[in-house]
């Protein structure tokens, strides 16, 4: 298989994880109604590692990491893992989801950002005009919603959680990608999803008491397993293995596509009508992405 063909399958596999992830803002927020956030996020990850040491069971991938890897590796985990879904949990229970979906449209924008002035993955003209493409077709599908962004005293907190955890998530998109020269998307994400259901099983223990575990629904628990094995467990093998195939900046700009999938979700699933300025933010997000896309190779210093 060429290079190109494999590009494109990486693609393609990032749009289907755009559409993972843009049902799961509706499952992480149902579910959240009866099972506490920290619980919630152990169970997740619980469910990712395992679904991921499955496949390297499958494959006999097993592997060990350099002595010198360690810190590092725990380190981008805590950060990644913990914190990022620490923020995202809080700052999707505290803001409204159309807050949510804009401040995370700015990933893409951080990870250009960071990685430029870092001189990590130079951004050139094309690309600079894609990510902010992106953003822009992000804030026309949310203002001109049925259920458009409002920043109020409200929402303020769980505002500043989704901004940080952008960045966060900016910043372990970009570090992972020097990992992932030495380990495979699925040997990294098997210790990335390890970590995180170590430590989060670990500071969820005291808060399981608050679930009420015998009145939890079966659509509860299929919110778990939903969230874990696909919207995680999935997720990282695809993320890192875009990371790993076509850089950060055109990886990232996949989650812009996340509100356009939740439209068309909308239209099929609820027979929402849009705005036409909703339409016209839609396509500025795919001209984006296709700005990514096609922006040059990955240019390293």
């Known amino acids: 298989m060429n290079e190109e063909r494999k590009n494109l399958l990486t693609d393609l596999s990032l749009i ?28 997740r990850f619980i469910l990712a590692s395992l679904f991921i040491w ?40 505290l803001t409204l989801a159309a807050n949510a979906a804009v401040l995370l449209g700015t990933i893409p924008i951080w990870v250009g950002i960071i990685s430029h002035f870092l001189s990590i993955e130079l951004l050139n003209r094309l690309k600079t005009i894609g990510v ?14 049925k259920n458009p962004i409002t920043f109020g005293s409200d929402t303020f907190v769980g505002d500043i959680a989704i901004v940080t955890a952008a960045v966060v998530w900016a910043t372990f998109t970009i570090f992972s990608k020097q990992h ?3 380990y495979t998307p699925l040997q990294f994400s098997a210790f990335m999803t390890t970590l995180g259901a170590i430590t989060l099983t670990l ?20 919110g778990v397993v939903y969230s874990g094995l696909l919207s995680i467990g999935l997720a990282y093998l695809i993320w890192n293995n875009g990371l790993r195939r076509v850089g950060a900046v055109r990886t990232a700009a996949y989650q812009n596509l996340v509100p356009v999938l939740g ?6 699933l609820l027979g929402e009508n849009l705005e036409l300025l909703q ?3 839609s396509a500025i997000v795919i001209t984006g992405i296709l700005i990514t896309r096609h922006g040059g190779r ?3 210093l």
Do not use: H
């Open 298 to 300: 990955v240019q390293k």
């Open 279 to 281: 339409y016209i933010g």
């Open 263 to 268: 439209l068309l979700f909308g239209i099929m």
């Open 54 to 93: 499955c496949v390297i069971a499958k494959r006999s991938a097993w592997f060990t990491i350099d002595k010198k890897d360690w810190f590092p590796l725990i380190f981008l985990g805590l950060v990644g893992n913990v914190l990022y879904q620490w923020l995202f949990i809080v700052g999707i229970d």
């Open 132 to 145: 902010f493409l992106g953003f822009s077709g992000v804030l026309f599908i949310i203002v001109y919603g």
């Open 16 to 43: 289907f994880i755009a559409l993972v992830w843009a049902l799961n803002f509706t499952v992480v927020k149902a579910t959240l109604a009866e099972i506490d956030p920290y619980t919630f996020n152990a169970l």
């Open 203 to 222: 500071i969820a223990i005291p808060y399981s008491k608050e679930t009420a575990w015998e009145s939890v629904s079966a659509a509860a628990y299929g």
């Open 180 to 182: 992932l020269v030495r």
